[in-house]
Each structure stands twice: as C-alpha cells, then as structure tokens.
C-alpha cells in the first residue's frame, strides 16, 4: 500500500498478522518452550516456502511481514521502499496505527530520515532504541516508545527495501541481538527470493527476445500481403499470449480482414468478419488503440457502437484493435512529442495507416501484465511488416514483373528459338482475331404470340356466378363470356326503387290535395314541395340508371371474335369475388398475323439500335422455337422499345417485335418460347468470340483513363 506521506495510514488499514509468539518468561513451564520453538520454526518454515514460490512482489511482502512481526512477537511492521522519484514510501505494514506516529508529524519526519539514512547507509541491519536520537527534528531518530528492529533487503548489491519492526522495549540486550539476527536472516529469505524472482525474469526475458527474434524473422520474410497477414496473424498470438489474433489490412477508406489465426481461410460476408472489418475501419480512422477492457479510457459514440455489435456475435471477453503504420517511431512506446500530436490532429506530415492488430480473448477480460507490454513490440514489426507487403504490392505491374522474373529461362540462349517460334504463333493468331472478320449475332430470349390479343378485364366489383366459355373455345364479338352478381348492387337498386316509389306516391298524394278551396298560399306551399319531390325523383331515376349501366357490366362479352387462350377459366374465376381492373382472360385471334415479341439484355441493345439504324428494311432474325429445336425460323426486326423494362429473369431489359411469314411455321402456339439470333453486321472474329471480355474490361478500367 502505497501513499502520499509514507506515514499517513489508519486503523482501518491494519492486516491481521498471525498468533503473535510472545516469549516466554524466565522459569517458564518446559512444554510451554518447546510449543513457543515449534511456532517460531513453523513460521520460518512457511516464510522459506514463500521464498520459494512464485508469488507476486506485493504479495510476499504482505504475507512475509505478517509471519516475521508474528515470529517476533512484534507491535507491527513496515516494508519500507523508493519510488521512482526518489521518494520513501510505504508498501507494507501491519498495525501502524499503534505506534503513534500517524499523529506526529515532526516524529513522522525523523522517523522518515531515520530510514533515507539506513537507505543511504546500505542497509546494515541495526536496533534503534526509544525515544533516541536528538530532540531536533532536523535529526534521524526513533520519535516513538518502540524499540526498532531494521534489516535490508538488498538485490545486485543495492538496497530494495528496509523491513522495520516495532518491539516491545523489554528485552535485554541479548534478546534485542537474536531480534537483529533473525530479522537478519529473514530478509536474507527475502534477498533470496528477490534474487530467484529476477533470474527467473531474465530467462523469461531471453526466451521472450528469442521468440521475437523468431517472430521478426518469419514477418519479414514474405512481400505478399495475404502471407504476411497470415503469419503475423499466427506468430503474434503465440507471442502475446492471447486467444485469437486477427490482421486487417486498409484499402482505400475502409479495412477488409485477411487473416484470423488457427484458420486457413475465411468467408468475408460471413456477419462476424463484416462487423469485424466495420469495427477496425473505425478505429484506422480516429488513429487511436482501442482497448475494450479499460474502463478509464472508454471508445468513441460511433466506435462503440461497432464495438458492441461485434461482441454480440463473437462473444469475445475483450477486443483490442491497435492501428498499424510503417514508421511507428514515437507512437506507442514513449508516446511521442507533442508537436507529432498536433500534426496528426491538423491534417500534417502524417504516417499512413496500413492496417490494424485485432487481438481478442475469447476467455478471460484482460491480457497479463506481460502479454500486453508485447503488444508494443509486436505491432511495431507487424506494421513495419505489412507496410512492406503493401507498398511492394502496389508497384505498376507487379504481377507481371514477378512472373517475368519467374520466366527468365525463357529468354536463355538455349530456349530462344523456341521462344521467337511460340512469340510469332501468338502474334498471327492476334493478328487474325484483329484481321478475319465473322457475324455478330446476339442472343435474347423470346416467345411467340399473335399481334390480336385482347385481355378481357372485370369492369365492376362482383361475384362470378358462371363462366360461359372454356380453353381454345372461339367466340364471336358480344358473346357472352362470363356472368357475375353483386349483392351490394342489387340491394342499392332494391333500395333507390323503394325510395323513388315513396316520392312517387308522395307526390301523388300532393297533386290529389291540390283543390280549389286552398289559399293561395297553400297552394304556392304545395307546387313547391311537388316540384322538389320531382327534382328527388328524377335524382333517383338517374342513380337507377347509373346502377342499372354497372348491373349490365355484371355481363361480360367479348369485345371481338376470337379464341380463349387462358388454361381452365372456369375453374379458375367460378364463385371466385373479383375486383374491378382485375384480368380475367386473354382471347387471341389465331387466324390473324402472327409476331415474335424478344427481351433483349441492356448490355446487348446497343450493337442491335446501331445496326437497326443502319439499316431501313430491318435487321434479320433467326430463332428456334422450344417445340422444334431441330429447326430454325427467319423473321425481320420491324420495331425496337424506346425505354427499358424490368425483366424477372433478364434484369433490365428492352423489348422489340419481330414480323415473320405464318405460313413457314410448323404450329402456332400462343406463348410459345423460343431463342433468338439478331444479326448486327461484321466485326472482326477476336470481337465475337470475346465479347463479354472486351466490354467488361471497357466498362471496368478502361472508362476510368
């Protein structure tokens, strides 16, 4: 326990020591010595296993003062050390608060120079009588009523800490000498561990610079971006100690995951790896670590909220994102000037970001103290590493300088005839792709339809009661097609003939009252009321009229002679409720001209509108119906869309009619499928055959130059 005066503590503070082991008086019972010996060789025992165990610095401290104070049957104790800055603090210290110098700052000032000169003096083990020491307090003294038993820990020698215990003043000076003695011999337990503890550190340290040793090796090893990735990926989680390490590497404004560790490959558009790669173009873009585990430091609003939609998915305990650049000097380690801050922040010399360190514990919240001061180092070489991998990758033409220093052989003397002979074959067969001309056709889907087609629609919400006609049935114009009934319409004339009858009878009974013996003013009230039950009337009669117009469109008939078209009508609108506009068949004129109507692919159109332009009698067209592949039709392109449809299976998509000779047809079947050929002239034959190619890459790149 460290604190800002080394004397300040409380009651509160105090550990509870074990059984103090108090000496025995003179003429003592025997077996009361022997039980006080074999409590004092017991906490010797348990300090020396405490020497040799593993245990933290501030933990041997703590529990090696309590079992010394209890040893010697002490008041309390202290571990007395020296910050960085040179100031005395307190580390340990069991039952300060009874020595009294909590409430004496002048006894706390010499009790402090007491210590800075056994500090000074190299810790040579000594007792401090009570109330030694002059008055002044410009002078080391012991201010308190206990006697004070020093002794050093001392490492590489150096002083490491003072171990004090306040005494009880009673003993003589014999007892006092075995006090020195065996504090002595206690922080020579403590010396040893202190001295076990940093050899145990060096090794782990040698084998630590091994390790890495290794690791900058293996990262530097490869210019390739993905086998960089890979390798950082795997080394860096052996090297930190963590559960999973992943690499993002950074193309243009955003992070793309390239490599996690223990998996050969990876699915990008998989949810966890696409919020993954959201959550590090984030933390690329504000240029800082995140580390998700510290409470003090908490993320940006925007970075948080990938954060936390990452941890939703992979149930990581922690997630630490470290941003990777080229030059990392002053960055990480001493924090950087001030100056280099300030750069960062307005936009100046900045170093390029090349990707982010993604280390996760699936397990445990946090890194060990150790596994995160590698992280440093590791992302230090990591982005050195990648930065390397990228810049190599983006020299013009690296694929292809790389695979002409892999075919150097082929320009050795030996091979050189042979390869003049294979460059001369390559370059005829250019030259003919360039040179032959061939057809340039495209291909689109189509179907076959006759140009009278009449699509018969509901012109008023019903009920179909009965279908009148059934598939490939002829009709005559103003046939009867289909019959339906409206139980809303039939009750609003019900209804309006009601209401007109009552005006009727009412204005009848008005006209059989007019008499001569009536004022003229009754009878100037009843003309009135006689001409607007007429005007109600003849309102009446007109939405009768109205109605009975929709009743008569319960009746469909067709529009002109032709033949059904639509597969099971009957079955399918019997008793069926339909709404107005809704379709409820197709009749065709079979016995007229026929059509070929096509959906043309946008990509396509353009060679077909040039070639159609260039041409005033149309374009040929040659197509194989689905009933007759073994044959092919000819047909003339006579019309092309104005503007593009959205196609189910085309995409976008133009639509254009072919006109064609009925009679060279086998059967004429409506909605029949077929594929079609549109001639579009000559081009030269490398055109034909790659196509697709040539015009992905126009679209692709060359746009762009």
């Not at 580390?91 to 004496?104: A, E, F, I, W, Y």
């Not at 390397?388 to 694929?399: I, K, Q, S, T, Y």
């Not at 597969?567 to 059509?595: C, F, N, Y």
């Amino acid at each position: 326990m460290s604190t800002g005066n080394p004397l300040e503590f409380s009651a509160g503070s105090s550990i509870p020591s074990a059984k103090a082991v108090v000496p025995p008086p003179v003429g003592a019972d025997t077996q009361l010595v022997q039980e006080t010996k074999a409590e004092i060789r017991t906490l010797v025992h348990e300090i020396t296993r405490l020497a040799q165990s593993d245990l933290d610095v501030d933990e041997f401290f703590g529990e090696f003062l309590s079992r010394v104070v209890s040893a010697l049957a002490g008041v309390g104790g202290a571990v007395w050390g020296v910050a960085e800055d040179g100031r005395l603090e307190l580390r340990h210290q069991v039952n300060m608060p009874r020595t009294g110098l909590s409430g004496d700052e002048q006894g706390q000032h010499r009790h402090t120079l007491l210590l800075r000169r056994v500090f000074s003096e190299g810790g040579r083990p000594q007792i401090v009588a009570p109330h030694s020491g002059p008055v002044d307090d410009e002078e080391a003294g012991n201010p308190t009523e206990f006697l004070l038993v020093l002794g050093a820990v001392q490492v590489e020698g150096r002083v490491s800490e003072i171990v004090e215990v306040f005494q009880r003043p009673t003993g003589g000076p014999t007892t006092q000498r075995g006090y020195l003695r065996f504090l002595a011999q206690m922080c020579d337990l403590a010396n040893d561990f202190l001295t076990r503890r940093r050899l145990r550190m060096y090794n782990e340290r040698q084998a630590l610079w091994e390790d890495l040793e290794q690791f900058i090796r293996s990262v530097h090893a490869r210019l390739d971006v993905s086998a960089t990735a890979y390798t950082m990926a795997n080394e860096a989680r052996r090297i930190i100690g963590c559960d999973r390490v992943a690499v993002a590497v950074a193309k243009s404004r955003r992070c793309q995951i390239e490599a996690v560790s223990g998996l050969d490959s990876l699915d990008r558009r998989a949810e966890e790896v696409s919020r993954l790669s959201a959550l590090a173009t984030r933390v690329v873009a504000a240029r800082q670590p995140l580390w998700s585990a510290d409470e003090n430091d908490p993320p940006a609003p925007q970075i948080e909220l990938a954060l936390d939609a990452y941890l939703d998915v992979s149930h990581a305990k922690s997630v630490a994102v470290i941003p990777l650049s080229g030059d990392r000097s002053g960055s990480q380690a001493d924090g950087g000037s001030d100056e280099s801050h300030d750069d960062a922040r307005t936009g100046g010399a900045r170093d390029e970001i090349v990707g982010a360190l993604i280390i996760e514990q699936l397990k445990d919240a946090s890194l060990t103290a150790g596994g995160r001061s590698r992280v440093d180092v590791v992302a230090e070489h990591c982005g050195s590493a990648l930065a390397n991998a990228v810049e190599h990758d983006r020299l013009f033409l690296m694929p292809l300088w790389r695979a002409l220093g892999k075919a150097k052989w082929i320009v050795s003397a030996r091979n050189l005839p042979k390869t003049l002979l294979v460059a001369a074959a390559i370059a005829g067969v250019l030259a003919g792709l360039v040179l032959v001309p061939a057809e340039l056709n495209q291909s689109c889907p189509g179907r076959l339809q006759p140009v009278v087609r009449n699509h018969i629609y509901a012109k008023v919400d019903g009920e179909v009661e009965h279908v009148d006609v059934s598939h490939e049935q002829s009709v005559a114009a103003n046939d009867l097609l289909v019959r339906m009934s409206s139980l809303e319409l039939t009750k609003e004339l019900n209804q309006l003939g009601g209401d007109l009858a009552s005006v009727r009878e009412e204005i009848r009974d008005k006209r059989g009252s007019q008499t001569a013996r009536l004022t003229d003013v009754e009878q100037q009230r009843l003309e009135n009321d006689i001409a607007r039950l007429g005007r109600t009337a003849a309102s009446l009669e007109d939405r009768i009229r109205l109605l009975e117009t929709k009743e008569r469109k319960l009746e469909v008939r067709s529009i002109g002679p032709g033949q059904v078209v639509t597969w099971k009508v009957a079955e399918r609108l019997a008793h069926k409720p339909v709404q107005r506009g809704d379709l409820l068949m197709t009749l065709i004129d079979p016995s007229g001209p026929w059509e070929l109507e096509l959906v043309m692919p946008e990509r396509r159109v353009g060679h077909v509108e040039r070639a159609f332009r260039e041409s005033p009698d149309g374009l040929p067209v040659t197509f194989v119906l689905s009933t007759h592949p073994d044959r092919e039709f000819t047909g003339r392109l006579t019309e092309i869309q104005k503007t593009s449809d959205v196609d189910q299976e085309q995409g976008n998509a133009v639509r254009m009619k072919v006109a064609i000779n009925r009679d060279d047809l086998p059967l004429l079947k409506n909605e029949a499928t077929l594929t079609a050929r549109v001639s579009c002239g000559s081009t030269s034959i490398g055109f034909v055959w790659f196509q697709d190619v040539i015009e992905t890459v126009h679209r692709t790149w060359l746009l762009w130059f």
